[in-house]
């Protein structure tokens, strides 16, 4: 699918992920800033990238504003964002939750 505006879902508060997803065209190219980046970033860009496929999103640039997200929060704020993006908020695809 093929994302229509930028979106943005989370805060930068403790514990949370900020999310920005945008048109990208080369593939999903995640930039992620945090503090646990050398031990959990890796799986932070796994998180973000399988749940992106999920809603068959294929070319996206995604800025990831992580302060200590678990993965639940992490896909959760994906989600949303990718929502937003493909201008589905009002339809759900409840199988990618």
Request: aromatic share 4%; net charge negative.
């Amino acid at each position: 699918m093929e994302i229509k505006k930028t979106a943005l879902a989370g805060t930068t508060e403790s514990s949370d992920i900020q999310i920005t997803l945008s048109k990208g065209n080369d593939g999903i190219d995640v930039d992620l800033t945090s503090d646990v980046k050398k031990q959990f970033g890796d799986q932070i860009v796994k998180v973000i990238t399988d749940t992106l496929n999920k809603f068959q999103i294929t070319n996206a640039k995604v800025r990831a504003v992580d302060k200590g997200a678990l993965d639940c929060v992490i896909k959760a704020r994906t989600i949303t964002a990718a929502s937003r993006a493909l201008n589905q908020e009002d339809q759900i695809n409840w199988e990618v939750l």
